[in-house]
């Protein structure tokens, strides 16, 4: 999401891991190396490795609250991450002090909390039996709890086994007063050799498989996943996007530390996850993946309702020599007037026209566009685009549950698909389309992106993983812009009311071809 100067804040309220693989220790790591400014507040004093814990010393109340007074003075967060709480009277304390937050703070705090009571090498981590008051008083308070196999097991006495396993589980756990939760698939076993985890809050739910690392090198998987989720959370990703993100960070610390020869080492805190191998797929209904692990989606919670007979051959593809500048018009008239200018790229996006007036309107849209041998999608009437020939289509997020892709494709016709965030990229890319949008990389004046603002960094990021498919940024990119966007490596940029509301748009257009090009010929000679 977009970037700003000042670094989000996140506390990290947690023991300490004297072997430096969890607990503060890994929060710190994390939070940090993902981009957020980190806070602790240090619960406990373990002693603990990778083969088990030795002590617990658990810090008295009057010391966690004056950490707490400390840092709210200067570095209220925007999330706190809860990890070990050590006893009930810290349990209480906690719950006490988010309570305050959420009536004093200008802001209610995003509450993220990995229900540690258990070390994943088997240590007990509690000096008694806190969960009931962890029900009663801090599960009310959190917006995303974070448990393994094990923790479900002891938050709602489900055994996960089977996928209705999940979703049974999940609605215990929500029930219990919690906002959404992320069931991790490390320690459950569904589907063979893959690792499958779960979010859901209720009303959107959201599934992701990753080969299984094997490995025993995974000490503070738990602590590093819930800590990476603060940091992206922080920054403004949005849930679904930040669950991506993360198990691409685990996914790459697990893999880094696989072959190390230390038994039961700690999993790596690295960098931000760039390699798409790293990454999950998103299960989608339909898809070669989903078939072979015998999944199914609930077609109410966001997953897509037709069918795609073939995932494994794609749209027909696009001239990539002639993805530059990508305008995209609503009438017939500034179509022919940006096509006369020599674009090859552009879109057609009626909204108005209904009818017969709306399909004689796209008749004469697509003889513009083979006038004047140029790459014309039409926006949204994928039905008469292919009765009536079209270059191409171009879908919306929304439009993909409705549109027969399969026809599209047996037509031939070229396909576009709008995507925000790196969920919806992954989920998008299985279909194999013509090319992907990106966006809205900054605010527009066309339509309200509140919450889907991606930034260049992020398009950046989502450039590099998708390098098998062309990619177009789009939203609010002005030529002061243009070059910064054009940083990311993207293939195209779509622009609207740059032209449109411009002065003299056929000059716009020209500056427009000639900071593409520029960027063509350096990259010619690097």
Partial sequence: MEQTNNKAVVWTIAGSDCSGGAGIQADTKTIHNLGAEVCSVITAVTAQNSFGVEAINPMPEDVILSQIKALEQVKPASVIKIGLLANNQQVELV?????????????????????VAVASNGGDLTEDDILPTIKERLLPLVDLITPNGKELQKLTGVFAFSWDCLTTAAQKILALGVTATIIK??????????????????????????????????????????????????????????????????????????????????????????NINHYPEVLVKGSTLATDIDWFAETSQGESSHKVNDFDSGFSSVDINNFGLYPVVDSLDWLERLLKTGVKLIQYREKKLVGDDLEQSIVKAIALGNQYNAMLFINDH??????????????????????????????????????HGHYELLKIKQYKPSYLAIGAIFPTKTKDMTGQIQGVKTLTDLVKLTPDIPTVAIGGISLNRASAVLTSQVNSIAVVTAITEAPDPESVIQQFQQLIQTRKNREHHA
């Fill in 95 to 115: 719950a006490a002090q988010i309570t305050r937050f959420n009536q004093e703070w200008t802001t209610k705090p995003y509450i993220i909390y990995d229900p």
């Fill in 185 to 274: 698939g490390g320690h459950i076993k569904i589907a063979d050799n893959k690792s499958i985890d779960f979010c859901t809050n209720g009303q959107h739910s959201y599934w992701l498989s990753s080969n299984r690392i094997n490995t025993e090198n995974s000490h503070g998987t738990g602590c590093t996943f819930a800590s990476a989720l603060a940091a992206l959370i922080a920054q403004g990703y949005a849930l679904k996007d930040a669950f991506v993100i993360a198990k691409a960070y685990i996914n790459q610390g697990l893999d880094k530390v696989k072959s190390h020869q230390h038994c039961q080492d700690a999993i790596w805190q690295g960098a931000w996850p760039n």
């Fill in 382 to 419: 994928w039905q008469l685009a292919i009765k009536h020939k079209a270059y191409g289509v171009h879908l919306g997020q929304e439009d993909i549950e409705q549109a027969e892709l399969t026809n599209i494709k047996q037509a031939g016709l070229r396909l576009g698909i709008s995507t």
